[in-house]
T-cell receptor
Framework: KAGVTQTPRYLIKTRGQQVTLSCSPI?????VSWYQQTPGQGLQFLFE???????NKGNFPGRFSGRQFSNSRSEMNVSTLELGDSALYLC??????????????FGPGTRLTVL | DQQVKQNSPSLSVQEGRISILNCDYT??????FLWYKKYPAEGPTFLIS?????DKNEDGRFTVFLNKSAKHLSLHIVPSQPGDSAVYFC?????????FGAGTRLTVKP
């Protein structure tokens, strides 16, 4: 079974631009979560989608948004990029809700650098 | 608002000795706890978990202890091996919400 894939792996943008990151979950997984990893802050939860609906949201500004498609693939968008948005963005998928939600499988991440 | 805290950003131990990584949480709604391990350029991978109905869970060299009254959990690795060198994240889950700590970088010296 293929793992979680994220594209692109690396991205360089300038301040003010916007960016879209993509995540393909493990086949059959319906939940997709996004995290931001920065040094010293660990994994900061962005949001979680389940069956095309945002189910949970972390404490990030409205510049960060996401969506999930009917095939469970998810995209994350960041508008008006700031230098502080430079981070590793991780996507994780899990089979379903409830206890199965705990079984999160992570992709390799997208390294975003904002200049 | 950090609901899950790992207060030690790094830990260094000698090969063969015990590694103890600590984690504290604040939200009493959390009822399931996990440890993930992360190597550079890879996503975190699940290591071991524990439900709030238990106070200990063991898997080979890895043991997780949970102290609910103190809202504290710890990961013990015995014996530590150089291949265990990685960043370890603890996570707490409950009510379809999962939060991670900042991570502890473990270095096991040969």
């Amino acid at each position: 079974k293929a793992g979680v894939t994220q594209t692109p792996r690396y991205l360089i943008k300038t301040r003010g631009q916007q960016v879209t990151l993509s995540c393909s979950p493990i086949s059959g997984h319906r939940s997709v979560s996004w995290y931001q990893q920065t040094p010293g802050q660990g994994l900061q939860f962005l949001f979680e989608y389940f069956s095309e609906t945002q189910r949970n949201k972390g404490n990030f500004p409205g510049r960060f948004s996401g969506r999930q498609f009917s095939n469970s693939r998810s995209e994350m968008n960041v508008s008006t990029l700031e230098l502080g948005d430079s981070a590793l963005y991780l996507c994780a998928s899990s089979p379903s809700s409830g206890r199965d939600y705990n079984e999160q499988f992570f992709g390799p991440g997208t390294r975003l650098t904002v200049l | 608002d950090q609901q899950v805290k790992q207060n030690s950003p790094s830990l260094s131990v000698q090969e063969g000795r015990i590694s103890i990584l600590n984690c504290d949480y604040t939200n009493s709604m959390f009822d399931y706890f996990l440890w993930y391990k992360k190597y550079p350029a890879e996503g975190p991978t699940f290591l071991i978990s524990i439900s709030s109905i238990k106070d200990k869970n063991e898997d080979g060299r890895f043991t997780v202890f949970l102290n609910k009254s103190a809202k504290h959990l710890s990961l013990h690795i015995v014996p530590s091996q150089p291949g265990d060198s990685a960043v370890y994240f603890c996570a707490a889950s409950g009510n379809n919400d999962m939060r991670f700590g900042a991570g502890t970088r473990l270095t096991v010296k040969p």
